[in-house]
């Protein structure tokens, strides 16, 4: 891949995943007011209740989390059908 569709792609994944993010954000939010009936809390919050904070981070952490995961995946699959393959990131955590 060169360099102009290596920015092309970039560009893409970039555009796709904020747009796929801000989607799941909304959905999570309005199934939390349709499970509970309230608003999702702000974690930072004093006067919520620590174990309703940790649940919506929790639920909102895992969904976007999975979001994303689809959206990396379909990326490249996508682009990968035009023609150009990326070449995977590998994560590698040192110590």
Partial sequence: ????EKVLY???AAVLGTTITVV???AL???WKIATGEEPPEPGDPDVPAFQAFIWAISSGVG???AQLATTRYTARHWGALGSKPKPRRT???V
């Fill in 10 to 12: 970039k560009v893409y």
């Fill in 24 to 26: 799941t954000q909304k």
């Fill in 1 to 4: 891949m060169d360099l102009q």
């Fill in 64 to 66: 976007i989390g999975i």
């Fill in 29 to 31: 939010t309005s199934a």
């Fill in 92 to 94: 590698t955590f040192k």
